[in-house]
Nanobody
């Protein structure tokens, strides 16, 4: 079973930066499409960024240009670099993985919320103050 463990969350001020990490077991980074989701209290879960197995990346409109998803396979770690943080970025951030995508599906499909992810981490809290 794949285990995903997030870290790097915490408090930041608006305009600041944080880097989230997701340590993935079972070589998931080489075999699965990966994504970051977030959820704030009272709001639905939102796809933030995704990196599919073909290397395609996708971002939600709200974070495009500010967040960057990447991976280091040697370290078995997925990253989310978050720059120019805004208070509305405050949420619990989750790392997730899905083993298979059908033809025509890619990272954009993953963050669109139409797919069921196979594995989820426990989450790491990000709080951004103004």
């Amino acid at each position: 079973q794949v285990h995903l463990v997030e870290s790097g969350g915490g408090s930041a001020q608006a305009g600041g930066s944080l880097r989230l990490s997701c340590l993935a077991s079972e070589r998931a980074l080489d075999s699965a499409s990966m994504a970051w989701f977030r959820q704030a209290p009272g709001k639905k879960r939102e796809g933030v960024a995704a990196l599919d197995i073909d290397g395609i990346v996708a971002y939600s409109d709200s974070v495009k240009g500010r967040f960057t998803i990447s991976k280091d396979s040697a370290k078995k770690t997925l990253y989310l670099q978050m720059n120019n943080l805004k208070p509305e970025d405050t949420a619990m951030y989750y790392c997730a993985a899905v083993w298979a995508l059908n033809d025509g599906e890619d990272a954009r499909t993953v963050i669109g919320g139409t797919l069921s992810m196979d594995y989820w981490g426990q989450g790491t809290q990000v709080t951004v103050s103004s």
